[in-house]
């Protein structure tokens, strides 16, 4: 056998995935390959349906002959040839959301080196007479501590006893550090009725009624409003005693009054009493209203049992130690062998090395300001997907192909370089990196772009541009080339100083929260505001848990969340929070559903002479419930495979091949501008801009169309699922919704919306925001994009830091302003 040369590039050979036009292309191994292209021109396409599904697939398939078999039937890429494409792991732009027993600690695996530390450096106490016990080679050799104080011999706690998954759980809170507790504010919602009237709401909801009665018999006045109770009453009515009460028993006929000896359950206890005997779903709900998540009194929400919280290192127990943000416990890490007796240093220093280099990744991906026991649950996407990418650079593979999918969602410019030395590392380690992003600051750090293009759906497909930042600059077809080398533009008019708050103000008063202190906002209404900082300085906190729900609750005069203190935001009659998240999670809902088109099509088409002759009503023509849809899909236009021990396996309808329609449908016609015939299925599979020319005269149809086609959703095809757009796409779908309801009394919040957005994108987003505000409208966006920060009219800069070095407006004024402000971190990328 000659000896094969060891192959330096995956080789792609006719690949066809989705809109991807037969291309060949070589894919360096061994580099950090950046991918580039506007939304829905291949990239994701090239990244995960080709290089990934290979790459997965074959791994798969070195498994066992038996999957093999299994795997390749059901799902080959559709792509001629890869050849030398190695194992790959792709690291999804949205990790699903972690469950209750996960906290950053456990995520990242920091607390695996924590627990290590406790288990075998910690200072005991004796269980026998409670002195302390000094931290001894003893507990690492499996053998006993002694006491020297009274001689007694015990066994430390293990690894596992510290650990809130496992035995070192909270036995009151099972782990979770959350219980739930009876909320007395919610028994007595409405104080000016009496008792009689149903005041105690869970004596009406969740016992008999005759509890009133009873209540009587305990010295409760039942007839006045229960604001004029006595303090003593109203403690009967919440913790009186379980005594029994002797009450004459009226039936609702008034026949037959029977004597009755009843237990008298105090408001509190009826709710705890049957949460104890909640038995389904259904049963929790009738309870839950009564109830308030709060954190464990017995663990205070650390999750430990008091056994694992016993030992201490550096005067610091395990609790305490995961309280601390990732940036304090590098800290106590870094002081704890020398801490030690002399001849634990090498196994402690050991230990917190293991820690430190975990920790030095996420700190590279800006992640400090996290506490070790935050929540899984409360984190960001972005920060989610940090952490992941943080997992794999620590877990040290070679020769894998790793494909990210924007990576820099959440990050500010600040943390960039941190997050290409992640992907430096895991290429110096032997891994090739693909990395589909829009950031030039991550594309330009790549040894090789690959440029999809030119533009979205049948416009793209091809390889625009390939090679290094350099090449791809200088070539002539390539869309990204501007942007590699030039710093942003501003594209807006600049408003002067002065002239910001001309169409008026929200001004805003909070209290604390979380890490963010008690702030006075003013944001200009009428204008672009941009809020800005690096992750966790507090924007979440700020814009979508404190302007929108204040803004919701004045508008429909309901109570403002308690920690906004006032807001002045005269006017303001809607607050829309437009994000990424997917649309719909059934695949009935499409593009011309979703932007109110269908309905007007469907009746168009039965105005056509040909449906009026079939009788079909505008009804007929819905792919949901009409006469027309199709019967083996059932109007869903796919249809699910069973194949065995594999999930199921959805491909296209084969009798209407994703039409959605019967055949019947495709006998109707309706005559366009051009005198071309066309039926309703045909439209359905048309581009946005295609069927404006399609449809003229049908005058609604047309405006939503031209919106779509504004917003720079031109290329999507009438007839596509909802669920499958990207999260870029969906956010411009809501905002067209949204369109023709755009005046001054409305705010529009956006987070991140050049997520998934190319640099020319983002001018097509610029003008969709200028268009809101020239109508009146005010907008702020959460923003790490400094395209779109330069050109807000308005910047206000949280920081300065992350978590309790942030939470404060570091700054706010015209880009320019903030950009010259020396003590702001986003100004300095400005
Ligand atoms: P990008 O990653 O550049 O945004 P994609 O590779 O996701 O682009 O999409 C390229 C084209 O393929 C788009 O027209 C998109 O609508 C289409 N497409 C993406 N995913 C699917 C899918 N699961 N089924 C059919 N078409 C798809
Ligand atoms: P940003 O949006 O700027 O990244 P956030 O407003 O999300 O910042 O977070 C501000 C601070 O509040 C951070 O320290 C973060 O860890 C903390 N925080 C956010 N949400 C929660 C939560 N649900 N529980 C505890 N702390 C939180
Ligand atoms: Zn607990
Ligand atoms: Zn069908």
Redesign the pocket.
């Known amino acids: 056998m000659s000896e094969q040369p060891t192959p330096d590039a995956i080789e792609v050979r006719g690949a066809r995935v989705?809109?991807l036009k037969d291309i060949d292309i070589d894919i360096p191994l061994g580099k950090l390959v950046g991918i580039a292209?506007v939304?829905?021109?291949?990239?994701?396409?090239l990244a995960l349906?080709v290089l990934y599904a290979e790459g997965s697939r074959r791994y798969l398939e070195a498994l066992s002959t038996y999957t093999r078999r299994r795997l390749t039937q059901a799902e080959h890429a559709q792509v001629d040839e890869v050849l030398h494409v190695p194992a790959a792991l792709a690291l999804h732009q949205r990790p699903s959301v972690p469950g209750v027993r996960s906290t950053f600690g456990t995520m990242t695996e920091l607390n695996n080196s924590l627990r290590l530390l406790f288990s075998r450096c910690a200072h005991h106490v004796c269980p026998h007479c409670g002195a302390r016990v000094e931290p001894s080679l003893n507990v690492a050799a499996g053998l006993p501590l002694r006491c020297p104080t009274c001689g007694h011999e015990f066994y430390a706690p293990g690894a596992e006893d510290l650990a809130f998954n496992s035995s070192g759980a909270c036995p009151t809170c099972g782990g979770t550090g959350i219980t739930r507790e009876v909320d007395e504010a919610s028994l007595v919602p409405d104080e000016t009725k009496t008792i009689d009237e149903g005041a105690v709401l869970p004596w009406g909801s969740l016992m008999w009624d005759l509890m009133k009665q009873v209540a009587g018999e305990m010295g409760v006045r039942t007839d006045v409003p229960f604001n004029q109770l006595t303090p003593a009453e109203r403690d009967i009515v919440f913790h009186g005693p379980a005594e029994k009460k002797h009450i004459l028993y009226v039936p609702k006929n008034g026949q037959g009054a029977t004597p009755l000896d009843f237990t008298y359950y105090n408001a509190v206890y009826t709710v705890e009493n049957a949460l104890a005997k909640v038995k389904d779903d259904k049963g929790l709900k009738r309870v839950a209203r009564f109830l308030r998540e709060g954190p464990c009194r017995d663990c205070v929400g650390t999750r430990l049992s008091a056994v694992a919280r016993r030992p201490q290192v550096r005067g610091v127990d395990l609790a305490q130690a995961a309280a601390m943000t990732l940036g304090e416990a590098i800290e106590w890490v870094r002081g704890v062998p020398a801490s030690l007796p002399a001849e634990m240093q090498p196994m402690a220093t050991d230990i917190c090395d293991s820690f430190l280099s975990t920790a030095r990744r996420l700190v590279d991906l800006g992640l400090d300001y996290l506490a070790l026991d935050r929540a899984g649950s409360t984190l960001s996407t972005g920060e989610r997907q940090r952490v992941q990418l943080a997992r794999v650079v620590r877990n040290r593979s070679t020769g894998v192909l790793y494909v990210l999918d924007e990576p820099s969602i959440g990050l500010h410019p600040a943390n960039v370089d941190g997050l290409v030395s992640v992907m430096r590392d895991l290429v110096a380690d032997g891994n090739t990196v693909v990395v589909?992003d829009h950031d030039t600051r991550v594309l330009t750090q790549a040894d090789y772009l690959v440029e999809?293009g030119p533009a979205?759906?049948a416009v793209?497909?091809n390889v625009l541009a390939a090679g290094t930042v350099d090449e791809v600059a200088a070539a002539p077809k390539s869309r990204i080339a501007p942007f590699l080398r030039t710093s942003p533009r501003r594209l807006r008019p600049i408003i002067a100083e002065d002239k910001l708050f001309d169409h008026g103000h929200i001004r805003i008063a909070t209290g604390a929260v979380h890490t963010v202190k008690p702030l006075e906002v003013d944001i200009p209404r009428g204008r672009l505001t941009a809020v800005t900082g690096v992750s966790g300085s507090g924007k979440t906190t700020l814009v979508l848990e404190t302007l929108i729900p204040a803004l919701k609750a004045q508008a429909a005069g309901e109570r403002m969340p308690s920690h906004v203190r006032w807001i002045d935001a005269e006017g303001i009659a809607r607050a829309n929070l437009i994000d990424a998240t997917p649309i719909g999670a059934n695949v009935r809902s499409t593009v011309a559903t979703y932007a109110d088109i269908h309905d007007e099509l469907r009746r168009a088409y039965a105005r056509t002479p040909e449906a009026k002759e079939a009788g079909y009503k505008a009804g007929a023509f819905s792919y949901n419930t009409g006469t027309l849809r199709c019967p083996t899909c059932d109007g869903t236009g796919a249809i699910s495979l069973d194949v065995q021990f594999l999930p199921d396996v959805e491909i296209v309808c084969p009798a209407c091949r994703g039409s959605r329609y019967a055949e019947a449908a495709s006998h109707i016609h309706r005559e366009s501008a051009d005198g071309s015939l066309l039926t309703l299925p045909q439209l359905m599979d048309m581009s946005v801009d295609e069927a404006l020319d399609a449809t003229l005269g049908l005058k609604k149809v047309q405006t939503r169309l031209q919106t779509l086609h504004d917003l720079g959703l031109g290329?999507l095809t009438l007839g596509?699922p909802t669920p499958?757009l990207?999260g870029g796409e969906a956010q411009r779908l809501k905002l067209a919704s949204e369109m023709g309801r755009v005046q001054d009394d409305a705010v529009f919040v956006f987070d991140e919306p050049t997520i998934?957005l190319h640099p020319l994108d983002v001018e097509v987003l610029l003008g969709v925001f200028d268009g809101l505000v020239s109508k009146g409208a005010t907008v702020v966006v959460i923003e790490h994009d400094l395209d779109l920060i330069r050109n807000a009219d308005y910047v206000i800069d949280m920081g300065p830091g992350g978590g309790d070095a942030g939470g404060r407006i570091v700054c706010a004024g015209t880009p320019a302003a903030v950009a010259a402000f020396p003590k702001s971190v986003t100004g300095r990328y400005l």
């Open positions: 989705h809109n292209g939304s829905g021109s291949g990239k994701s396409s349906g589909v999809m979205a759906g793209g497909g290329y596509e499958a990207s998934g």
